[in-house]
């Protein structure tokens, strides 16, 4: 724990990647802490261990935190946790239990001894160091799409280790290294009642849409975004009942393959820049003040 402790404060000062991994902004969340301008990445990028509290997930997927996280542990029967370094091994109770499902399955595939598991969120969520605008409320989850052929990696080699690109035509078609285990595994996934969406390349999408036979319905979670070629991500729902946890809107109704195709044909063949378009702001830190009020509970329990 020491030299995580170490890690954390050696890359304090790094930028956070604008990765959102999102198809909509979150809606604006009631905060205590208003005055508070202390950088959020920095605190929570900091802090070696979860929280001693009842599990919770607060805030939004991308405007959050955790309590009382678990610990994917680093190796199981049917998966290991990737880059240790980061100590991003860290989700609700819910999650981490799927992660050992979705492994338990993966295991039952040709050529895949299970998953390597890419980051969850920190140990009390937050916004991270490096990376991710998304995984702070303990509910997401990157799955690599290196077919595991051994799991028992050392540390050293999960630091080194890289996954594997499964697109070409910068995201418009799968390339050779994607497979029919790859379809499979985001099948599974994606008809878990646990999950919300998922988020993949365009060309992936397009791909599972010209094969899938039957029950299509699954389909609808499996979201056209970019990036997502090295990994595929898994958000998975808000419990009921879990009051401070501010949902995602569900994916529009049906397949959603005809928005999955007009996100490759955009990628084709680009359609030319609106001259009255607004140029986005850029994306600023999030403080404290920006995170619901709990969050600072969650930051300074034991």
Not at 69 to 91: D, F, I, K, Y
Not at 216 to 221: E, P, Y
Not at 285 to 290: I, P, Q, R, W
Not at 295 to 302: E, T, W
Request: hydrophobic share 35%; proline share 10%; with cysteine.
């Amino acid at each position: 724990m020491n030299i995580r402790r170490i890690m954390a404060a050696l890359t304090l000062g790094l930028t956070l990647a604008s990765c959102v991994e999102d198809d909509r902004s979150p809606s604006a969340v009631s905060t205590q802490n208003v005055n508070d301008n202390r950088v959020a990445k920095a605190l929570f990028g900091a802090v070696p261990a979860g929280s001693d509290q009842n599990p919770e997930a607060i805030g939004f997927y991308s405007r959050g935190c955790q309590a009382g996280a678990v610990q994917l542990p680093e190796t199981g029967p049917t998966w290991q946790a990737m880059r240790l370094s980061r100590n991003r091994n860290w989700a609700q109770p819910q999650t981490v239990a799927f992660v050992k499902d979705l492994s338990r399955f993966a295991s039952t595939m040709p050529g895949w001894e299970g998953l390597y598991v890419g980051d969850l969120s920190q140990p009390r969520g937050g916004p991270m160091l490096t990376g991710h605008a998304s995984h702070q409320s303990g509910l997401d989850a990157d799955i690599w799409m290196l077919p595991p052929d051994r799991l028992n990696l050392t540390v050293n080699e999960r630091e080194n280790i890289s996954s594997i690109s499964t697109r070409r035509a910068s995201g418009a078609f799968t390339n050779s290294s994607w497979t029919p285990q790859h379809e499979a595994l985001l099948r599974r996934a994606a008809s878990d009642p646990r999950v919300a969406r998922i988020f993949v390349f365009p060309g992936a999408k397009v791909e599972m849409c010209n094969n899938a036979t039957g029950d299509r319905s699954w389909l609808g979670k499996i979201r056209p975004w970019y990036g997502h070629h090295y990994h595929f991500h898994v958000r998975l729902n808000c419990l009921p009942g879990d009051r401070n946890c501010e949902p995602q809107d569900p994916p529009p109704a049906g397949d959603g393959c005809a928005d999955a195709q007009q996100w490759v044909d955009n990628i084709l063949n680009p359609p030319p820049p609106d001259p009255n378009a607004t140029p986005a702001p850029p994306r600023g830190e999030l403080t404290m003040a920006n995170l619901p009020g709990q969050c600072l509970g969650v930051l300074n329990a034991q």
